[in-house]
């Protein structure tokens, strides 16, 4: 999108839109009465008669139907059944013999027999008045909002579009009721769920091969999308007793997609895999896959009626899948909490299944207690019965895969739910001799190694997940042994929980005993539980929260009580299960400890209390601040407030990675990376391990030491030093400073890739901390910092610190301004306002050409640039300040001429307000004055002339006149009139440039006549 400005990129968003297939309609035709009209309500209509044509609709049940849309309040509640009625149909109670008629909007089956319309500029009349980029509508229900900012601004990017879309909402909630999509765009493009009631929602970018962001963006929009979003991929959501939305990442959609139509090729013969293995890393959002791919095969007719499992592998996933499934406005699925409810299951329906979606562990499938189902199962197909066996409608979905799905329990499960579909989540699959989950669930044979993957790098590069860091502690009393980490690395069934490793084998058993003796020791966990405290009062209190996983129950229990020296109580709180175990003085702490919990909480119930423990752990600013468990919350926990994980457990291969990335989660943009102290001293060992497992390609981004992130420190400050070749470094001299600028803001290239890594550098001098290298390179971060400060002020005109920066940046806020040198030149950077007084405030303020040329370039590109949609003086230099800034542009720049040059343009500023306040001439007034002294030059009859075509116009244009074509025709035809007989012979023009100059008017009117 180089060298587009907004109205450009405008004109080509609009273009690829109509090449998809959308009819653009100019914003004064579409079909609706005022500006207060949301709905195109006669398009709406005809689309209802069109797609229920086989319903017997009459005219007064589809406006019933319409009129059971609107009423719906633009509340929480309110968005939720609007969001519903654009997925299956508005429900009314026909007054023909009082039949109940589900009466559709959208025909998602046949895409074509829906009407797409693009439009611009729309304007919508609620407690304020707005006007709209692009706006998509189908079937005359607005279903999409893209706003856009010029590319080439010094001073807006998307995000302006995205407030300004979030200002939007509240100016006018009625329309956002309908509005399921919001797009940000100017070079790059995010998209983003419409929830009115929350200041801030999750951004994503929408990928597309080799396509750019806007491109990208377009072609998530299609005809051949929209509606398969808005129906399968968008879901209100509840959070914390809040509701918001979820919109599907681009790479759940692709694997959702990819599912969906393996099963419906196998069906239809086109293919005959029924096996699929989805690996995603962990982090990126492969609950929501599975439940994307669940819904949508769940409500298509050609599978008439599925059943559909998800298969886990621990009673606490089970319960987390169960949660994050109701949280959604979606089907809920059914718990199968035991073999019997199993068993009811498969005997359903004489043996055909119960229909639905279910959730269980694998542990249901006990081959001696399902022999006698799967002999009956047996006898009936022999006798051409149809059974759950036999039913190819039965997809499974298997949540990470590489577990349990090699031994009896998934071959009783394979057996029983033979003729459906398998597929697998991961994202850490194994390769290994007798657990290959690519041959178990993928087509190597046929070069398919996975139907989707999604791994590390391209999570991180697209900001869904963060690098995770570990540190090794090397002190010897702290860490396990060589020997030690040896024997249990050779040990296949450390992912057993520890109530079962009751019953392993002895030797096994007495490897894993000597161990954990080693870790329980309660001098060793007192010195380690001072170096935890240490570590989080120092780095993360106040900003992020940590979980300690102690090796058994026991020890979780000795954790808290050590924590609790060094920590106020509250701060931690333990998150185990509490069955009885072997080990009688171990079952004393635990069922101690149970008891004091169920005191504290006044609860009888452990789950109730686990519950709520973990939801206030999720919460800013709720206590605790750090859990300790030992097999609990290790797979699929999602916190993304959790940075540091203090790993006293050994784990291996797999395990450990999934483990590990319970802290990769971003949060708020100020998190670096995840962050994992190793006490035990396994990461060393089990990271190469991985990579001989995984292959180097696939695994290396997975952990990065303290010295890797040296590293990316050491990179990324050269990278960016190198942007400022040829200027003296760590000199606070303005002049110098201002090169620095004019660097940045002669390429578009060079600001944002210098804006992007300061604040990665800051974050990662905020991570790092007081290492030394970074101590050795302080004063080049103060020069940059003092740089991104400059230009802050200077050009974007914004702080350069919020109240987010001064929360989780304090060690690096303490230590910038603890430099003299920043904060002298922090002090005397000039702060002018662009008000009647900046010329001469600037002069005053400022030494040299330029920086008085910086100054008034930008000043006017914020100001002018920003707002000439709104005002007509702005709008009247803008192009002059388009041209001040591509001089600016240019190497070999006279910076007097700049500056008289801008400074001409202001006093032009100045003397057209105060004209238009001595004419006492409205902004619609004076915009067109503006146009026909362009043309014709200044005369004083052109005064009298526009308050003629005021008149003229005169009631007409009440609110919403540009949307009735009666009323715009009347009032376009007058004008034509006016000026036909005023200038055609007067100027001796032509048809042309009447045409031209009724063109120019009419834009004016139509943007400030109401």
Same mark, same amino acid.
């Given at each position: 999108?180089s ?13 690829q839109?109509?090449k998809? #297939? ?5 914003s ?19 689309a209802?008669?069109?797609i ?7 005219? @007064? ?7 059971e849309?609107?009423?719906k ?10 969001l519903?009625?654009l997925?299956?149909g ?11 008629k589900?009466?559709?909007?959208f025909?998602?089956?046949?895409i074509?027999?829906?009407?797409y319309?693009?439009s ?11 006007r ?26 998307w995000?302006?579009?995205?407030l300004q879309i979030k200002? !939007? ?5 009625e329309?956002y009721?309908?509005v399921?999509i #919001?797009v940000?765009a100017?070079?790059?493009a +995010?998209?983003?769920p419409i929830?009115?009631q929350l ?6 970018e929408?990928?597309?091969d080799?396509?750019d962001?806007v ?14 979003l ?13 509701g918001t939305k ?29 096996n699929?293995?989805?690996?995603h890393?962990?982090?990126s959002?492969? *609950?929501?896959?599975?439940i ?5 095969l769940?409500?298509l007719q050609?599978?008439e009626?599925p059943?559909?499992?998800?298969i886990l592998d621990r009673l606490?996933?089970?319960n987390?899948?169960?949660?994050e499934f109701?949280a959604l406005?979606?089907?809920h699925?059914?718990?199968?909490h035991?073999?019997d409810?199993?068993k ?9 299944g ?5 959730i *269980?562990i ?5 081959p001696g207690?399902?022999d006698?189902?799967q002999?009956?199962l047996?006898?009936l197909?022999e006798?051409d019965?149809?059974t ?32 459906? =579909?398998?597929?697998?989540f991961?994202?850490t &699959?194994i390769a290994k001799?007798?657990k290959?989950t ?5 087509? &190597? ?16 590069k ?5 690098k995770?860091?570990?540190k090794p ?7 396990l ?13 450390d ?5 079962i490793?009751?019953d392993?084998e002895?030797r096994?058993?007495?490897?894993l005993?000597?161990i954990?003796?080693?870790l329980?020791?309660?001098?060793r966990?007192e010195k380690?539980?001072?170096d935890i ?18 090796a058994t129950?026991?020890?979780?229990v000795q ?16 998150i ?5 175990i072997?080990?009688p ?9 149970e008891?004091?919990l169920k005191t ?7 789950? @109730? ?8 752990f999720?919460?800013e ?5 750090i859990l ?10 999602d916190?993304?407030?959790l ?5 006293d ?6 395990m +450990?990675?999934q483990?590990v990335?319970?802290?990769?989660r971003?949060?708020?943009d100020?998190?670096?990376?995840g962050?994992?102290?190793d !006490?035990v001293?396994m ?7 991985a ?13 990065y ?5 040296k ?5 990324l ?7 400022f070749?040829?200027?003296p ?6 002049e110098?400073?201002l090169?620095?600028?004019e ?5 578009d ?11 990665n550098l800051?974050?990662?001098f905020?991570?790092?901390?007081t290492d ?5 390179r302080r ?5 940059i910092?003092?740089?991104?400060s ?7 005109r914004d ?7 001064r929360?989780?940046?304090?060690k690096?806020?303490k ?13 005397n ?6 008000d009647e007084c900046?010329l001469?405030?600037?002069?005053q303020?400022?030494d ?5 040329a910086?100054?008034i370039? =930008? ?5 002018v ?6 005002n ?10 388009e ?16 500056y ?7 006093k032009?500023?100045?003397?057209s ?12 007034e ?6 026909l002294?362009?043309?014709f #030059?200044?005369?004083?009859e052109?005064i ?19 949307e009735?074509?009666a ?5 376009e #035809?007058?004008?034509r ?13 032509n ?7 009724n063109k120019q008017?009419?834009?004016k ?6």
């Amino acid at each position: 999108m180089s060298g587009f400005d907004e109205e450009m990129l405008e004109d080509y968003v609009i273009e690829q839109f109509e090449k998809d #297939g959308w009819k653009f309609v100019k914003s004064a035709f579409l079909n609706r009465d005022t500006n207060e009209d949301i709905l195109l309500e006669s398009d709406l209509m005809r689309a209802i008669k069109r797609i229920n044509h086989n319903k017997d609709l009459d005219d @007064d049940e589809i406006i019933q139907a319409i009129k059971e849309l609107k009423l719906k309040p633009s509340t929480s509640e309110g968005l939720k059944q609007v969001l519903n009625m654009l997925k299956y149909g508005v429900t009314i109670v026909s007054k023909r013999g009082r039949e109940i008629k589900k009466i559709n909007l959208f025909d998602f089956s046949n895409i074509k027999l829906n009407e797409y319309i693009v439009s611009r500029q729309v304007i919508y009349h609620g407690k304020e008045e707005i006007r709209t980029d692009v706006m998509l509508y189908v079937n005359g229900i607005p279903l999409a909002n893209i706003e856009l900012k010029n590319p080439a601004s010094f001073s807006e990017t998307w995000y302006n579009a995205y407030l300004q879309i979030k200002g !939007y909402e509240k100016d006018v909630p009625e329309l956002y009721k309908y509005v399921q999509i #919001g797009v940000a765009a100017e070079q790059n493009a +995010l998209y983003f769920p419409i929830v009115p009631q929350l200041e801030d929602v999750n951004k994503s970018e929408w990928k597309e091969d080799d396509a750019d962001p806007v491109n990208s963006v377009i072609k998530m929009l299609s005809k051949e999308r929209i509606l398969d979003l808005i129906r399968n991929y968008i879901f209100i959501r509840e959070e914390a007793g809040m509701g918001t939305k979820v919109i599907a990442r681009y790479m759940q959609y692709q694997a959702s997609e990819r599912i969906v139509n393996r099963v419906l090729n196998q069906m239809e013969g086109i293919d005959d895999k029924k096996n699929g293995l989805i690996w995603h890393w962990q982090g990126s959002g492969k *609950t929501l896959t599975m439940i994307f791919a669940a819904n949508k095969l769940y409500h298509l007719q050609k599978l008439e009626n599925p059943s559909i499992f998800f298969i886990l592998d621990r009673l606490d996933l089970e319960n987390q899948l169960y949660q994050e499934f109701t949280a959604l406005d979606s089907i809920h699925p059914e718990i199968i909490h035991n073999i019997d409810e199993l068993k009811s299951l498969i005997l359903h329906d004489e043996y055909k299944g119960k229909k639905g979606i279910f959730i *269980t562990i694998m542990q249901r499938f006990k081959p001696g207690q399902l022999d006698k189902v799967q002999e009956d199962l047996e006898k009936l197909e022999e006798m051409d019965k149809n059974t759950i066996s036999s039913r190819e409608n039965v997809i499974t979905f298997i949540d990470e895969g590489h577990r349990t799905q090699y031994g009896t329990l998934a071959g009783q499960m394979r057996k029983i739910l033979k003729s459906g =579909f398998f597929f697998a989540f991961t994202g850490t &699959p194994i390769a290994k001799k007798e657990k290959d989950t690519y041959n178990k669930f993928a087509y &190597p044979s046929d070069n398919e190694a996975y139907l989707h993957r999604y791994f590390i790098i391209e999570s991180i590069k697209d900001g869904f997940t963060l690098k995770i860091v570990y540190k090794p502690i090397v002190e010897r009393d702290i860490r396990l042994d060589k020997n030690s980490i040896k024997a249990f690395s050779e040990v296949e069934f450390d992912e057993l929980p520890e109530e079962i490793q009751d019953d392993v084998e002895i030797r096994v058993k007495s490897k894993l005993n000597a161990i954990n003796v080693f870790l329980e020791n309660p001098k060793r966990i007192e010195k380690v539980a001072k170096d935890i405290a240490d570590n989080f009062k120092e780095n993360l209190d106040g900003k992020f929260k940590a979980m300690v996983v102690a090796a058994t129950r026991s020890a979780c229990v000795q954790y808290k009580r050590a924590l609790d020296k060094f920590l106020p109580p509250e701060y931690s709180e333990v998150i185990m299960t509490y069955h009885k175990i072997k080990d009688p003085q171990a079952n004393q702490i635990i069922k101690e400890y149970e008891e004091e919990l169920k005191t504290k909480y006044n609860r009888k119930n452990t789950e @109730d209390i686990k519950k709520e423990v973990i939801e206030n752990f999720k919460e800013e600013d709720s206590l605790p601040k750090i859990l300790i468990v030992t097999d609990m919350l290790l797979t699929g926990f999602d916190a993304p407030i959790l940075q540091t994980m203090y790993l006293d457990k050994p784990i291996k291969e797999h395990m +450990l990675l999934q483990a590990v990335a319970r802290t990769n989660r971003p949060y708020k943009d100020v998190k670096e990376a995840g962050y994992i102290v190793d !006490y035990v001293g396994m990461i060393d060992t089990e990271l190469k391990h991985a990579l001989e497992i995984y292959g180097t390609d696939e695994i290396q981004e997975t952990l990065y030491d303290i010295e890797s992130m040296k590293n990316d420190f050491n990179k990324l400050m050269d990278e960016t030093l190198a942007i400022f070749k040829g200027i003296p470094k760590n000199q606070y001299d303005r002049e110098i400073l201002l090169n620095a600028i004019e660097i940045l803001t002669t390429d578009d290239e060079n600001s944002d890739i210098f804006i992007e890594n300061y604040r990665n550098l800051r974050r990662l001098f905020e991570f790092l901390g007081t290492d030394a290298i970074v101590l050795d390179r302080r004063n080049e971060f103060k020069w940059i910092s003092a740089i991104y400060s400059y230009y802050m002020k200077m050009v974007t005109r914004d702080p350069s610190m919020d109240e987010t920066v001064r929360k989780y940046y304090e060690k690096t806020i303490k230590f910038l301004h603890k430099a003299t040198e920043f904060e002298e030149f922090e002090k005397n950077l000039p702060e002018i306002e662009f008000d009647e007084c900046y010329l001469e405030n600037l002069n005053q303020s400022t030494d040299s050409d330029e920086e008085r040329a910086a100054n008034i370039v =930008f000043a006017l590109n914020k100001f002018v640039l920003v707002n000439k949609e709104n005002n007509p003086v702005y709008e009247s230099v803008a192009d002059k300040v388009e041209r001040l800034r591509e001089m600016w542009k240019t190497r070999g720049k006279d910076y007097n001429k700049l500056y008289q040059e801008g400074a001409e343009i202001f006093k032009q500023i100045q003397t057209s307000f105060k004209r238009q306040e001595k004419l006492d001439l409205s902004d619609l007034e004076y915009s067109m004055l503006s146009v026909l002294e362009n043309k014709f #030059g200044k005369n004083k009859e052109l005064i009298q002339d526009v308050e003629d075509i005021d008149s003229i116009i005169g009631e007409d244009a009440f609110d919403g006149w540009v949307e009735q074509r009666a009323v715009y025709k009347k009032i376009e #035809g007058n004008i034509r009139r006016f000026i036909r007989k005023k200038y055609y012979k007067k100027f001796n023009m032509n048809m042309n440039d009447l045409e031209e100059l009724n063109k120019q008017i009419m834009e004016k009117v139509e943007k400030y006549a109401e």
